[in-house]
């Protein structure tokens, strides 16, 4: 018998019931598949929220243009931009609530990431952890939260092939999910896809955790 269908592994994120109180936010908890862990939250950012993080990176990633070449990217074919927390306060704020949502301190953070999809655009299947044999896996992610920043008109839902599951982006909701498990299998399960976008844009914002201190 392998570990994980004797006993239930240790999860990093440990909300119990309906919501999870953060500072400012009353979070919402819609649904919740156990492992691997991926949960399905409402309430994570105001509208206004969602709309000042498109704003501060509509100009992030037209500067970016101007600037550095981008590499072309099969896996991913949307454009994206990493935020840093001082480019608005706002970002501080939601740093603090994601914080307490994913239960590791944001020192563990890559920098909060806005990707944006046009009709046809999508990321490809893909694990958020790198592989061991990678310099990067040294101070692995370790978990995820994605939120999604507008409402898609059709398609670009977040798909898990090996979970037959998919969460279609609202705006203002997020789905968290975690692969810092003992079980490898359990890991490799988190395998996931942006769907293309079919009609409408769509904005999200990733944040990833590391094992250790990242900044
Ligand atoms: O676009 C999505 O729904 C998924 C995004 C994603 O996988 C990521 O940012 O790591
Ligand atoms: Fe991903």
Same mark, same amino acid.
């Given at each position: 018998?392998?570990?994980?269908?004797?006993?239930?592994?240790?999860?990093?994120?440990?909300?119990?019931?309906?919501?999870?109180?953060?500072?400012?936010?009353?979070?919402?908890?819609?649904?919740?598949?156990?492992?691997?862990?991926?949960?399905?939250?409402?309430?994570?950012?105001?509208?206004?929220?969602?709309?000042?993080?498109?704003?501060?990176?509509?100009?992030?990633?037209?500067?970016?243009?101007?600037?550095? &070449?981008? @590499?072309? #990217?099969? +896996?991913? $074919?949307?454009?994206?931009?990493?935020? /840093?927390?001082? !480019?608005?306060?706002?970002?501080?704020?939601?740093?603090?609530?994601?914080?307490?949502?994913?239960?590791?301190?944001?020192?563990?953070?890559?920098?909060?990431?806005?990707?944006?999809?046009?009709?046809?655009?999508?990321?490809?299947?893909?694990?958020?952890?790198?592989?061991?044999?990678?310099? &990067?896996? @040294?101070? #692995?992610? +370790?978990? $995820?939260?994605?939120?999604?920043?507008? /409402?898609?008109? !059709?398609?670009?839902?977040?798909?898990?092939?090996?979970?037959?599951?998919?969460?279609?982006?609202?705006?203002?909701?997020?789905?968290?999910?975690?692969?810092?498990?003992?079980?490898?299998?359990?890991?490799?399960?988190?395998?996931?896809?942006?769907?293309?976008?079919?009609?409408?844009?769509?904005?999200?914002?990733?944040?990833?955790?590391?094992?250790?201190?990242?900044?």
């Amino acid at each position: 018998m392998t570990e994980h269908t004797m006993t239930k592994e240790q999860t990093i994120f440990d909300h119990k019931g309906r919501s999870i109180q953060t500072e400012d936010r009353e979070i919402q908890i819609i649904a919740r598949l156990e492992e691997p862990l991926v949960v399905v939250l409402g309430n994570v950012l105001s509208d206004e929220e969602c709309d000042e993080l498109i704003a501060v990176s509509t100009d992030n990633m037209k500067r970016s243009k101007v600037g550095s &070449a981008r @590499s072309v #990217n099969d +896996i991913r $074919t949307s454009s994206g931009t990493f935020l /840093d927390e001082n !480019e608005s306060d706002i970002i501080t704020i939601i740093e603090k609530r994601i914080s307490s949502i994913m239960n590791i301190p944001i020192e563990h953070g890559d920098g909060l990431q806005i990707l944006k999809y046009m009709p046809g655009q999508e990321y490809k299947e893909h694990f958020d952890f790198f592989a061991s044999t990678s310099k &990067a896996s @040294s101070n #692995n992610r +370790i978990s $995820t939260l994605v939120m999604y920043l507008n /409402d898609v008109e !059709e398609g670009g839902e977040t798909h898990f092939p090996k979970l037959n599951f998919s969460v279609t982006p609202q705006k203002g909701m997020a789905v968290y999910f975690e692969y810092f498990y003992r079980d490898a299998h359990l890991n490799e399960q988190t395998l996931h896809a942006g769907l293309p976008v079919i009609k409408g844009e769509k904005w999200i914002a990733t944040q990833w955790m590391r094992k250790q201190r990242f900044r």
